[in-house]
């Protein structure tokens, strides 16, 4: 627990620095998490991890108790805050190690690791995921059962049955059947309901893969 406690606050802090890095406008770029631009997914992150439970019980209600809804609906709001008072929070929850109510810790490291993604890949500064970092965030992905797996979209065992995941460059590999190699970036964005290109996948299993994921 101590060194995925660790693992949670290095990768926090390390989105920290990439943040205090970003022009004005980068704030604004269209995030690969919906519709949700790059400050609105910063402001999530910084928030709903110390988000009172009555609160976040209210905002379910008031989104009809869909949980993407209201987490959009708050996210816009927390960025309004604007990108000081986000970054100031963000250094306190890596400090303190806050995560939402009720959510496991292992999906606190997802959360990490994705959201950063969703962040650097649209601005064109792309990171390998660490490798210390990668199977844990993996095989915790794979673990998700609802009411979490309905922010990616769906069972991601269900979408990768029948097929043998194997990241390139990492000792990991998930299944059995037809291999499809792809780097553990592109396995974070697939294994969490993200936007993934067929090019970035090989192996015999790729197109079927690909017909699983891709937007009919």
């Known amino acids: 627990m101590a060194e995925l406690t660790e693992l949670i606050r290095s990768e926090r802090l390390a989105l920290i620095e990439f943040l205090e890095t970003l022009a004005p406008e980068d704030w604004s770029t269209p995030s690969l998490c919906g519709a949700w631009t790059v400050q609105e997914v910063a402001a999530h992150i910084a ?121 390139i460059g990492y000792d990991w590999s998930h299944g059995d059947g037809p291999e499809v190699h792809a780097s553990g970036e592109c396995l974070l964005r697939l294994l969490n309901g993200r936007p993934i290109e067929r090019s970035e996948l090989t192996g015999p299993g790729a197109d079927q893969l690909f017909a699983r994921v891709s937007p009919d």
């Open 47 to 167: 928030w709903a991890p110390v988000m009172p439970r009555a609160q976040t019980a209210v905002g379910l209600a008031k989104a009809g108790f869909r949980i993407n809804k209201a987490s959009a609906d708050s996210a816009r709001v927390w960025a309004r805050r604007g990108t000081d008072a986000i970054l100031t929070q963000l250094k306190e929850n890596a400090e303190t190690g806050a995560t939402p109510p009720g959510v496991p810790i292992p999906a606190a490291l997802i959360e990490a690791l994705v959201h950063a993604i969703d962040i650097r890949r649209p601005l064109g500064k792309p990171r390998p995921v660490p490798v210390a970092a990668f199977g844990l965030a993996a095989d915790a992905s794979l673990s998700l059962r609802w009411p979490l797996t309905v922010v990616v979209g769906g069972s991601t065992r269900k979408r990768v049955a029948g097929l043998k995941l194997v990241a």
